[in-house]
């Protein structure tokens, strides 16, 4: 029993923790009130921004009238008179229109993009209707954006969890890829051999029959770019995040929705020589990739380097190629030749970083463990306990 004089002290400190976990509580309810209506508030926002984008896009036309963005401008317009909310929101976009959300908004955005590239580079290119993947840019949209959202979750999503080897997986995928290249790069170039097509500018109507066999070609090489995703997915399952770069991610993310507008607009001509160089490229890329994943041949892979000097070179040589179409211009859309060059420019800018910051900095820093390994010498130590333990961690990064 406590006397009445011990009794006081336990009954305040009681008293003073009740009093602290009841005011805890209550700043915990208030954070969670807090971070709810903000959420709110950052939802109601966005789905605002949203729809006034989505005014502000359907209102603008290029030359000429769009029949289904006019009607789709005034039926939004209507539908989305109240304000949005989560609920709300994908009722008003499906009122635009009697069809199915799905078929609605792939013909809305085939229909835009049409409007758009017609005035930039002319009719679409009826050689390709039909085709797998080609009719309607949706697909290639949403491959695109899954890829990215991969990027993102994948490596979060690999975080607990052990990588996994892939190694026989990888074997085959690398020489596919490298049969695939190599059968591209081998039927472009007898393509063009039989076109007779010119260097400095070519259109995509004076080929003949050998025009339908560079499209064919040209078909698989965009399929290819598809495939190509592939790359990073391994990444993330082997924890090699490290290679998930800016670099890596934008080539692969922007390679495919290009090729996609090339398939339609330009699908032959002066469109074939950046797709021969790197299809070349990519045999000598994906045929080193699969030997890297066997461990007894990496130490005779020293020729990575020059891949990626192979790659500066090809940006260097499809800016040449496509600048004559510039200067002695021909029936090829001058608009697309602009692009690409601005295009090859910003993949030269990061192939650059991306060499200096791999070969250039490690051959430096090399240098340093060099001289300072010369200098222990000098004093009378050996680093052979060092090389060796390096010798040691190498074999075991081989064998993962």
């Not at 603008?60 to 006019?70: A, L």
């Not at 539908?79 to 069809?99: G, H, N, R």
């Not at 066999?213 to 082997?238: A, C, G, N, P």
């Not at 060092?386 to 081989?398: A, C, D, G, H, I």
Request: proline residues 4%; contains cysteine; aromatic residues 16%.
């Amino acid at each position: 029993m406590c006397s009445a004089s011990e009794r006081g002290p336990l009954v305040l400190n009681l008293a003073v923790k009740r009093a602290s976990a009841l005011g805890n509580e209550r700043k915990r309810k208030g954070r969670r009130q807090k971070c709810v209506s903000v959420s709110d508030a950052c939802a109601g926002t966005f789905l605002k921004t949203l729809r006034l984008c989505f005014y502000l896009f359907m209102s603008w036309k290029p030359s000429g009238t769009n029949s289904i963005r006019s009607s789709a401008w005034g039926c939004v317009r209507d539908a989305a008179s109240e304000d949005p909310t989560p609920e709300s929101f994908p009722v008003s976009i499906c009122a635009v229109s009697l069809q199915t959300k799905v078929d609605y908004i792939m013909e809305l955005m085939d229909k835009t993009i049409n409007s758009y590239f017609d005035v930039w580079l002319g009719p679409r290119d009826p050689r390709v209707k039909g085709w797998l993947l080609l009719e309607n840019y949706t697909p290639t949209f949403i491959f695109s954006a899954l890829y990215l959202l991969i990027v993102w979750l994948g490596p979060k999503y690999m975080r607990n969890k052990q990588p996994f080897s892939c190694r026989g997986i990888l074997v085959i995928y690398n020489l596919g890829l490298t049969l695939l290249s190599l059968y591209m790069f081998y039927e472009l170039v007898t393509g063009v051999l039989e076109g007779g097509y010119n260097f400095f500018c070519q259109d995509t109507h004076s080929g003949g029959e050998a025009d339908m066999k560079i499209i064919r070609v040209l078909w698989w090489y965009y399929f290819s770019k598809l495939i190509e995703f592939m790359d990073t997915f391994f990444f993330i399952l082997r924890k090699n995040n490290h290679q998930i770069t800016v670099l890596h991610v934008y080539h692969h993310a922007t390679m495919l929705n290009i090729w996609w507008f090339v398939m339609n607009w330009v699908p032959c001509g002066h469109s074939y020589f950046g797709a021969t160089l790197n299809s070349f490229i990519h045999v000598l890329m994906y045929s080193y990739y699969g030997l890297s994943a066997v461990p007894a041949m990496r130490p005779y892979l020293w020729w990575k380097k020059y891949i990626t000097q192979g790659q500066l070179i090809q940006f260097v040589l499809t800016i040449f190629q496509t600048s004559c179409g510039v200067v002695w211009p021909c029936a090829f859309p001058q608009g697309w030749l602009y692009f690409q060059i601005s295009y090859m420019i910003s993949l030269i800018i990061l192939f650059t970083n991306f060499y200096i910051q791999t070969y250039n900095k490690k051959a430096s820093s090399r240098r340093k463990e060099y001289q300072n390994g010369s200098t222990a010498i000098a004093n009378g130590y050996t680093n052979s306990f060092s090389s060796l333990e390096n010798n040691v961690k190498q074999r075991k990064q081989r064998k993962d």
